[in-house]
């Protein structure tokens, strides 16, 4: 099942009002890896896919729990490797334009500790149930604030180049 919010129909719509036809193909094509190399790891792991959700926010797969850690991170992990996979591949070839920078983007982006995405879900995942769980996920909080905060700050440094 594919849940369509109407954020993601606003988000569409800036895209297409403020970026060019390449731009927007190399953007989506990313994505579409990403969630298509989570999906081939849950396929693969015995997993079950129940519904993928879009919003302005980007896409988010709801799966029946992990048989176990190393499944579930296999999962989490795969989206970012697809990624990163095909930016090795066509830097490999001399293809260096904005697909393949998009695809290191998105597979960086996404294994930061963040828990809206794959590095921040891996980490909540191998926090879960540990004997210092409580004190685990306040350290996780401190990063996660540190990190949102040099994220911002990296934004802003750009912005006032342009």
Do not use: W
Request: net charge positive; hydrophobic share 60%.
């Amino acid at each position: 099942m594919i849940r369509v919010g109407f954020s993601f129909l606003l988000f569409n719509a800036l895209l297409f009002l403020f970026c060019d036809g390449g731009m927007i193909a190399s953007f989506y094509s990313v994505c579409l890896l990403h969630e298509l190399g989570h999906i081939a790891a849950l396929r693969l792991t015995g997993g079950e896919l129940r519904r993928v959700e879009l919003s302005f926010f980007g896409m988010r797969m709801v799966a029946a729990p992990a048989a176990d850690i190393r499944r579930g991170a296999l999962v989490l992990l795969s989206g970012p490797a697809a990624n990163l996979a095909l930016y090795a591949v066509l830097t490999v070839f001399g293809v260096c334009g904005m697909t393949a920078r998009l695809s290191l983007a998105a597979g960086l982006f996404n294994l930061l500790p963040l828990s809206a995405l794959d590095g921040g879900a891996l980490l909540d995942m191998l926090a879960a149930g540990r004997v210092r769980e409580r004190e685990l996920r306040a350290c996780l909080t401190a990063v996660r604030l540190l990190c949102a905060v040099g994220l911002l700050a990296y934004i802003a440094a750009e912005m006032a180049k342009i």
